[in-house]
């Protein structure tokens, strides 16, 4: 065998598509494709494909004649496709599946850095410990819930209202294109400087915030110390943040909505409103479900803004007086303040669970309001 | 119902005029139809007659109003999309029923016309469901109950046709036409069929380059094409047209010199024709026929190879060679010539029209009593 053969991105192609074959005919990888089935399926058509493709580009691919015995060619093939994953699937095992399985083996332990032989079983302590209010855990719900509970919505229809503005129909404003990178741009800066930067702007004597409500007329505010406006504070920041990434979402979504059908309403005398609630809505539903999922599974996970913007005195940020811990910071406050890497791990569990459990919920609440085309 | 009239549109988009000095007047009650290829600008002046695009330059009056400045929903248009245009999150009543409730018409008056309309198309069972559940043709007719419904002053239709196959566009181009009689509406037809547009208009207007070339009746239109344009772009297969030169002209009869015979054409005007002119004769392929003539009207042209042969049934359409130029013949599908094999071709004098080659206008079309002679013998 030639030894370059994938150097091409032909051949990488084709092993992408070897490895689609076994996936889609049904058949775990490690099966032997012996006795050809004669029975027709999309797999078994796409599989045809592949091993024509295969067999065209590269050598006679699969089994031996009589078909019982692993040939040469199935381990060649089978290596084919392997090989070119094995580096993602190292990393991915490395840091990602492994930790995560670790985890959970580290929630039922009185963890150690030394290891396992050398922590306590804990059994179920730590979850049982979880519930108790003087854990912190279930305050910490209280305040994502907040958390979420106003990000989301505000994300999906601020999103949405950006979108509006910045969509393709409205192509004749000068430099629709600068403005939809500002929108974006924030998404891509780095959480710890965008935080450093709100925390210039909320403070309470030389902020901008407190110059623009002193404008106003209105009182100014503690911000970032004052217990009811923290947590504010730091969602104006992740809003900011976080925004730019939804609306190209619901930009996406716009511009596949056919003209035709605003033209054919609006001959029809469908006012604007209604063309929004009536075709743009519905056409976006799917867009603002996934807007929904990935905002709440962003906004549980938030961290580095609360660190940043509410760290200092105690350390771990979340303050003040707790009112900006949410689970997360809460999680790393035991973990990393308090080093109960065993509680930690329940708290992370805890945390994934959560987060699991509430996109199942949307999926299935939000597929049944859902039109797909 | 009402008339509508065109005045001197113009439309451009960027540096292309797509829509250039078009002036089209269409009668109360009249069926006319915007004929041309791909790019000739009938789209555009039809999305300027709804309002989906502005004037530039004329006026669009409708019913003796100038609506050129109106609002789409404030023209009292409606019009059938290329692709139907359904609402898919919505069932083919609401469908109907969207645009007349945002016209605040009551409840029960909307359920009413609703299912008037879907009685009448013959949609009444599906009218509970949505449209990605219905095939083409029943998209069609949803779409053309959604227009019905409103009850228009004018019906703006483009292409509304295209996107079905040959039995059902035929169907549908009956019952478009039924439909017309019965609601006696005003209609601006759009399509690049021919075939639809003669038989469904009672006015046809052909255009090219955003300009109209000819408007007339579908019989005008084929008898008598203004350009050898509309003489190539009307007729399935096209009209033959061969390169001549004009060797007398007379008034009342023109002398027409091709390949190596010569035409002599009698007609009321050859104004048009000088001698020595280049000209472009023009023939229907029904015009042509195969094997020595065998009656008054037909004349021998000489002998020809046939070429390609496509049998349709009812009649055959051959492509003949005649002294290098290829020819286009309809025939009967009885007795006909093998491939490579050479036959007699004759012609019609009387049904031969004649352009200027250099303007493609047509300068004349002859009448009975035209004659062919070989070379030399017209003089």
Known sequence: ?373 | MARLQIEGAVKSFGSTRAVDRVDLDVADGEFAVLLGPSGCGKTTLLRLVAGLEQLEQGRILLGGRDVSQAAPADRDVAMVFQRYALYPNMTVFENIAFGLRARKIGKSEVAQRVERVAAALEISQLLGRRPGTLSGGQRQRVALARAISREPKLFLMDEPLSSLDTKLRSTMRAELKRLHHRLGATVLYVTHDQVEAMTMGSKVAVLRDGRTVQVGSPSDIYHRPADDFVASFVGSPPMNLLDGTVVRAEPGMVVVGVGSASLTLCGTDWSGTASGMGVRIGVRPEDLRLGPPHDSRHRLLGDCTVEVSEPMGHETVLHVNLGGDSLVVRTSSDGLPEYGEKVPLAIDPARVHLFDVSTGVAVGAATEGSVLSPVGAAR
């Open chain 1, 1 to 373: 065998m030639p030894r370059g053969r994938f150097r091409e991105p032909r051949g990488q192609a084709l092993v992408a598509l070897c490895l689609l074959r076994h996936y889609v005919a049904g058949q775990a990888v490690p099966d032997l494709p012996t006795s050809g089935s004669p029975v027709v399926s999309p797999g078994n058509v796409l599989a045809n494909v592949g091993e024509l493709a295969a067999t065209n580009a590269l050598e006679p691919v699969g089994v031996a004649p009589g078909g019982r015995t692993p040939s040469r060619s199935w381990w060649r093939e089978t290596a084919s496709g392997v090989v070119p994953v094995l580096p993602a699937l190292v990393v991915l095992g490395t840091f990602v599946y492994g930790p995560a399985v670790l985890v959970v083996a580290m929630s039922f332990f009185h963890w150690n850095l030394a290891g396992f032989s050398q922590s306590q079983f804990a059994g179920l302590s730590h979850y049982r410990a979880l519930l108790n209010p003087v854990s912190g855990f279930v305050p910490s719900l209280g305040v994502t819930a907040y958390y979420v509970g106003v990000m989301v919505p505000a994300t999906v229809v601020m999103a949405l209202l950006l979108a509006m503005l910045l969509r393709d129909s409205t192509k004749r404003v000068r430099g629709l294109s600068f403005f939809r990178a500002v929108v974006f741009l924030p998404y891509v800066t780095p959480s710890i400087a965008t935080a450093v930067i709100w925390v210039f702007i909320f403070d309470p004597q030389f902020g901008l915030a407190n110059a623009a409500l002193r404008l106003v007329h209105l009182p100014a505010v503690g911000w970032l110390s004052s217990t009811h406006w923290a947590l504010p504070a730091v969602m104006i920041d992740s809003m900011w943040k976080q925004v730019g990434f939804s609306v190209v979402l619901f930009l996406a979504g716009l511009s596949r909505i056919p003209t035709e059908l605003m033209e054919a309403a609006r001959l029809d005398g469908v006012g604007p409103t209604a063309i929004f609630r009536r075709i743009v809505l519905p056409y976006l539903s799917p867009v603002t479900l996934a807007v929904v999922m990935l905002t709440t599974i962003a906004s549980m996970q938030t961290f580095g803004s609360i660190y940043a913007m509410t760290g200092g005195q105690g350390g771990g940020g979340g303050g003040p007086i707790g009112s900006t811990t949410t689970t997360a910071v809460y999680l790393y406050k035991v973990a990393f303040v308090d080093f109960h890497y065993g509680f930690g791990a329940t708290v992370a569990v805890a945390l994934f669970v959560l987060i699991l459990g509430l996109i199942l919920v949307q999926r299935r609440v939000g597929e049944r309001r859902t039109f797909y085309r």
